[in-house]
């Protein structure tokens, strides 16, 4: 059941060399991403939201709400890349 939101996705550190793991099948990417939603988008699924963008898929890390005075401004995530998908999922 997927559904729609505005948001902007960037790297958290695009040049850090530290954005890899070695295991047994070789290195994998850790290369983290935070998403700027806007205010309506509560992810409702928490961690177990699957955030799609183009064709690369994210595993949702953590939620944080931003207030401009009493009400939320927008939501900054981090995000972990998991794979890729078709253009058409």
């Known amino acids: 059941d997927g559904r729609e939101f505005m948001g902007f996705v960037e790297p958290v550190n ?5 954005n890899e793991i070695r295991s047994k099948a070789g290195i ?8 700027i939603s806007e205010p309506k988008e509560a992810f409702p699924f928490g961690k177990d939201t699957r955030i799609v963008c183009g064709t690369s898929e994210y595993k949702l890390l953590s939620i944080n709400e931003i207030y401009d005075g009493e009400k939320v401004s927008h939501r900054e995530c981090i995000l972990l890349k998991s794979g890729e998908v078709k253009n058409d999922a």
Request: with cysteine; hydrophobic share 25%; glycine share 8%.
């Open 14 to 18: 695009p040049d850090c060399s530290e």
């Open 28 to 35: 994998v990417g850790q290369e983290k991403f935070r998403l």
